[in-house]
């Protein structure tokens, strides 16, 4: 792997990495620092000729991220903010003047922006295709046939579409959107009778004033001419949507000054808890409605450890292959309210849960009223690029049973609403949710698991030889050897003659018994190791005890954060776009400690949570 995909994969930080220098360091700390590891890895000071060509590579490799980080993030930061750090640049533009940099980085940062632009005015569009299905369920059919297979020709010939509509989105900048959709109704209703093929065209237009508040006007063009408003505010911890309709009967006979509308409000209740209030005041219609709801969210885990690193590798599709426990973390939520509106009053529930490394959302809901008892069953999944996503809903109630199923890639998205029934058909109901439900159960066991765990043992596999084969690696093991082992030694020797007549007050009595051996008193690195910090792939780890003993100075250890370590001497990444971890095994005045410190966060050794004794 070279240096340029090496930065690639961890970006600009990483020459940061290799000098062991913060993000904000200076020009002075970064000179100072490139003039030590220049003088430590010339290859003109090691006298053994392979030490000579292992130790010009690795000063070749600092030379370039020195030029990286004095050239590249001045003229990036000046031309390109700070989003420009990201960017990807060719290669060879070190050799080149600072006029030709600058020029190059403005050709590059318009070609950045151009393909976000592309991403941003790409349509989406969306067909739905409401089916009427109740042919195929109906107990007494209205022409049974003779023969099983003529009564079934019969029913499937009975199913017709009620209604087609379309929906095309198109994004004229990151503010402003607009949407144009067309309804076209087929028949009057379930049951085939035809209709009067009414057709309705609806032009949207939808701004983004800010993060926060977003308005949206929408106006059929057809149909008679009317404005329909709304507007969404939030700050993170409430939210607030309005909506009101305005026609024009309205506007020019001045009757009914007050249009109707809508509103709805919801916040969090309480600083430190997730519990979400709602409430809801609907005039739209000519039966007003009330609504008060709460929510009741609850993240679970039930792994042997929780890891924040890994958390936030969830996306990834390499750490969702590599982790286990798929049905053992994720979010659940409960949630209970009471809506009030004439005879469709009545107490609704419903709980839902979402597993994270499955991208799986299932919940259940239900409201009981005046008019019985009604209930849904929704579950929706979505792949790992949020490119592709596959959903579905049964309705029950005493109107019927419904079935909706969902299906979106690229942008573009089918809706098929089915009619199962229009009566009550609790055994319809049942049946048609309870197949899925255990096929994705057994999909899930029979098909989805051991196919996982094939993929996971391959891929740790392939993982440990590419590593193992990889040039970086060897030339790790190299500058360990060569370079970094009496540099090591060197330090630890002096670690452990550290005088301890100013620390003799801090000991306790037992640190100084004499059947526990020699007293030591300064900062000696018993053990370290780097890698993935899965638990499903300890094994993709190295060795770096060395490398990390030849960092320790005058009994202290700082390696900075918001970078990757595998950019330091003696380290290599044995896990590509896969969380890591360091894991050092310290004695510190006669103590040992632990310390294990995720890869994005700083060093800082000795510290007296790190105590195991």
């Known amino acids: 792997m070279s240096v340029n995909s090496t930065v690639e994969i961890h970006g600009q930080n990483y020459h940061y990495s290799v000098l062991n220098l913060p993000l904000t360091a200076s020009d002075y700390e970064i000179r100072d620092r490139y003039r030590q590891l220049s003088v430590q890895y010339h290859p003109d000071k090691q006298r053994d000729e392979s030490a000579k060509e292992i130790t010009s590579k690795e000063f070749l490799r600092i030379q370039k991220a020195y030029q990286g980080m004095s050239i590249f993030v001045s003229c990036q930061i000046h031309f390109s903010g700070e989003d420009g750090l990201q960017i990807e640049l060719p290669e060879g533009l070190n050799e080149r003047s600072v006029e030709e940099i600058k020029s190059e980085l403005v050709l590059v940062k318009r070609n950045v922006e151009a393909r976000k632009l592309e991403q941003i005015v790409r349509p989406s569009n969306r067909l739905s295709l409401a089916v009427d299905a109740t042919s195929l369920f109906q107990r007494d059919h209205d022409h049974p046939s003779d023969s099983r297979l003529g009564d079934a020709l019969d029913r499937i010939r009975g199913v017709n579409l009620l209604n087609v509509g379309l929906r095309h989105n198109h994004v004229i900048s990151d503010k402003t959107r607009v949407s144009l959709s067309s309804a076209i109704a087929l028949s009057s209703g379930p049951g085939g009778e035809s209709g009067s093929g009414q057709t309705d065209i609806v032009g949207s237009v939808r701004h983004f004033y800010s993060p926060r508040l977003n308005f949206e006007l929408s106006t059929p063009l057809l149909a008679r001419p009317g404005l329909t408003c709304k507007a969404n505010y939030t700050d993170g911890a409430s939210t607030i949507q309005a909506e009101t309709r305005i026609t024009a009967w309205t506007l020019f006979t ?206 740790k596999q392939r993982l440990q030889r590419e590593v193992e084969n990889s040039p970086e690696y060897r030339e790790a093991l190299e500058i360990e050897r060569r370079v970094l082992r009496d540099v090591a030694r060197r330090h630890m020797d002096a670690e452990r003659n550290v005088d301890g007549e100013d620390w003799f007050l801090l000991l306790d009595v037992e640190t100084l018994r004499p059947d526990r051996g020699p007293l030591i008193l300064g900062l000696v690195i018993e053990k370290a190791v780097y890698g993935c910090s899965l638990r499903e792939a300890k094994e993709l780890v190295i060795d770096v005890t060395t490398a990390v003993r030849a960092l320790v100075n005058k009994s202290q250890l700082y390696i900075p954060g918001r970078q990757t370590k595998c950019g330091l001497q003696g380290f290599c990444d044995p896990a590509p776009k896969l969380p890591k971890a360091l894991k050092i095994w310290y004695c510190f005045r006669g103590r040992r400690h632990y310390a294990e410190v995720e890869d994005s966060f700083p060093v800082v050794i000795p510290l007296e949570d790190h105590l195991v004794e």
């Open 254 to 459: 001045g009757k009914g000054v007050v249009p109707p509308w809508s509103l709805t409000y919801s916040r969090r209740l309480f600083p430190n808890s997730g519990i979400q209030g709602e409430l809801t005041l609907d005039a739209l219609s000519a039966s007003p409605s009330l609504l008060v709801n709460a929510v009741f969210p609850k993240r679970f885990d039930y792994t042997p450890k929780a890891n924040s690193e890994e958390d936030r590798f969830d996306d990834g599709p390499s750490t969702r292959l590599l982790s286990g426990y798929t049905l053992a973390k994720g979010t659940s939520f409960y949630s209970l309210g009471v809506s009030l509106s004439g005879l469709m009053s009545g107490i609704q529930s419903e709980f839902g849960v979402v597993f994270n490394k499955l991208a799986l959302d299932m919940r259940i809901g239900g409201v009981y009223g005046f008019l019985g008892l009604s209930y849904w069953i929704a579950g929706a999944w979505t792949s790992s690029d949020q490119r592709a996503a596959v959903g579905a809903n049964i309705n029950s109630s005493t109107e019927g049973v419904a079935l909706t199923i969902d299906l979106r890639y690229q942008g573009q998205s089918l809706r098929l609403p089915i009619v199962l029934s229009t009566d009550p058909e609790p055994q319809l109901a049942f049946y048609t949710s309870i197949v899925p439900t255990i096929a994705l159960l057994l999909g899930y066991h029979l098909v989805y698991e051991p196919r996982q765990h094939r993929r996971r043992v391959a891929y």
